[in-house]
T-cell receptor
């Protein structure tokens, strides 16, 4: 059973399109996150949600809209995709804000 | 703000060599510190952690000690294997729901 699963794993799309990435965790954790990893492997937090409530929005353009329908799911919708959005997006969850993060396998987004 | 700085890679070693990857942190408080590992095509996995000063985290032959006086959490392994080739990330987190990652260090171990 995969603890944190995200779909799709790969996404190739044209500039200007809108796309979504879904994430689900079966660990019973209260907090979920989206991180962006660029081509140089640099990992930066985008959002964190605790019990479906937005806790962190790290100056991400408002083209990115996270949605948490329940504690176990955190989806990421991106409008008007730009070339610079190409990256690997990782979903993660944790029980303790100071504790271990459990990561999904990543969703590689390529914008052409 | 809080930050984590780790040595740039790539680090290339021969099998059975000694590994050190340096990591220092800047924080107003005393964060928990972590090392994560990312194998090719995979997500990050926790390698080890330490939650307070002088704690030593260890796993799979890797070790790191939380040094408050030098604000460091250097990763070490006495004898690396080819299977240790991966990207290693140092990270720090307090209670703010935001784990800060270093820039990652790629390790390549040659047979």
């Amino acid at each position: 059973d995969t603890a944190v699963s995200q779909t799709p794993k790969y996404l190739v799309t044209q500039m200007g399109n809108d796309k979504s990435i879904k994430c689900e965790q079966n660990l019973g954790h209260d907090t979920m996150y989206w991180y962006k990893q660029d081509s140089k492997k640099f990992l930066k937090i985008m959002f964190s949600y605790n019990n479906k409530e937005l806790i962190i929005n790290e100056t991400v353009p408002n083209r990115f809209s996270p949605k948490s329908p329940d504690k176990a799911h955190l989806n990421l919708h991106i409008n008007s995709l730009e070339l610079g959005d190409s990256a690997v997006y990782f979903c993660a969850s944790s029980q303790d804000p100071r504790g271990e993060l459990f990561f999904g396998e990543g969703s590689r987004l390529t914008v052409l | 703000g809080d930050s984590v700085t780790q040595m740039e890679g790539p680090v290339t070693l021969s099998e059975e060599a000694f590994l050190t990857i340096n990591c220092t942190y800047t924080a107003t408080g005393y964060p928990s510190l972590f090392w994560y590992v990312q194998y090719p095509g995979e997500g990050l996995q926790l390698l080890l952690k330490a939650t307070k000063a002088d704690d030593k985290g260890s796993n799979k032959g890797f070790e790191a000690t939380y040094r408050k006086e030098t604000t460091s959490f250097h990763l070490e392994k006495g004898s690396v294997q080819v299977s240790d080739s991966a990207v290693y990330f140092c990270a720090g987190g307090d209670s703010s729901y935001k784990l800060i990652f270093g820039s990652g260090t790629r390790l390549l171990v040659r047979p």
